[in-house]
């Protein structure tokens, strides 16, 4: 497993691995890297940089995953699917915050609880930004509009 914590690396989905610091290496054009770079800023400041800093161990990763799944504000759920995931989410929050009072203790665990949702808040901003870049890529035709993370937009 490779740990990009505290680096500017990222692995794109077909297992490419590229720096935002060396944008130039994935976009060629520099009229596009002008344009896509604030978006890579943006997912670096929202997500990667706080999930360095969190430092989440295995157990606090599946539990925000298990959030993320759960999501309810997809657009075109059905009212059952929100209430599901609703539900499921309540859950999963009752499970994390058990978890770090196990860990911390009942009055130390509501700072760690806040900063493993803020990470889930992160993912919500960071594929956010992806999306957006992907749109102006596609929109305005930018070379590195193949980007892998770009796919999601497609489906």
């Known amino acids: 497993m490779l740990n990009f914590s505290g680096s500017t690396s990222y692995c794109l989905p077909n297992n490419a691995i590229f720096d935002t610091n060396h944008l130039d290496k994935l976009y ?3 009229n596009t890297l002008e344009i896509v ?8 400041r929202n997500l990667k940089i706080p999930m ?3 430092k989440l161990d295995e157990s606090e990763m ?5 959030l993320i799944y759960w999501d309810f504000e997809i657009n075109g759920q059905t009212d059952y699917c929100i209430e599901k995931c609703v ?4 859950l999963v929050i009752r499970e994390l915050a058990n978890y770090e009072k196990s860990k911390t203790g ?3 665990c509501q ?5 493993v949702m ?5 993912v919500h901003r960071a594929s956010d930004a992806v999306k957006k870049c992907g749109h102006v890529a596609k929109i305005f035709n930018l070379k590195g509009k193949e980007c892998p993370l770009y796919e999601i937009l497609d489906n």
């Open 52 to 54: 360095g800093l969190a």
């Open 37 to 44: 770079q604030p978006y890579w800023n943006s997912s670096n």
């Open 87 to 90: 539900k499921m989410r309540n």
């Open 62 to 66: 599946l539990l925000c995953s298990a």
């Open 106 to 108: 009942e009055d130390n």
């Open 118 to 122: 803020g990470i889930v808040q992160g």
């Open 111 to 115: 700072l760690r609880i806040m900063e």
């Open 28 to 30: 060629m054009d520099q």
